[in-house]
């Protein structure tokens, strides 16, 4: 069974700085592109970022570029996402998610698991 597990959501002023985690179990990881998303209560998801299994190709969002950086260690099944200079408008549910693609895609529809999220507030 896959599971996707986040952790490092919580309060920060804006300005400052948060690192997301995400464990990943029942996959072999290292096959696998790994994103992030993120939602806001009645809008859709969003992409964040996404990297390629070899942790040496990602995407960024236009809004987040500069900002955070999305990382691998496929040794621990993990993904990381630090968020620095976080701004109001970041204040999300973020969602890491597993691809098959080769690419590391930016659609949520390619995307085969999903975690359970982990909420991140951003105070102004």
């Known amino acids: 069974q896959v599971q996707l597990v986040e952790s490092g959501g919580g309060l920060v002023q804006a300005g400052g700085s948060l690192r997301l985690s995400c464990a990943a179990s029942?996959?072999?990881?290292?096959?696998?592109?790994m994103g992030w998303f993120r939602q806001v209560s009645g809008k859709e998801r969003e992409f964040v970022a996404a990297?390629?299994?070899?942790?040496?190709?990602?995407n960024y969002a236009d809004s987040v570029k500069g900002r955070f950086t999305i990382s691998r260690d496929n040794a621990a099944n993990t993904v990381y996402l630090q968020m620095n200079s976080l701004k109001p408008e970041d204040a999300a549910v973020y969602y890491c998610?597993?691809?098959?693609?080769?690419?590391?895609?930016?659609?949520?529809?390619?995307?085969?698991?999903w975690g359970q999220g982990t909420q991140v507030t951003v105070s102004a």
């Open positions: 990297i390629r299994w070899t942790g040496g190709s990602a």
């Open positions: 998610a597993a691809s098959r693609t080769v690419r590391p895609s930016t659609s949520a529809d390619e995307y085969d698991y």
């Open positions: 029942g996959l072999t990881f290292s096959y696998y592109v």
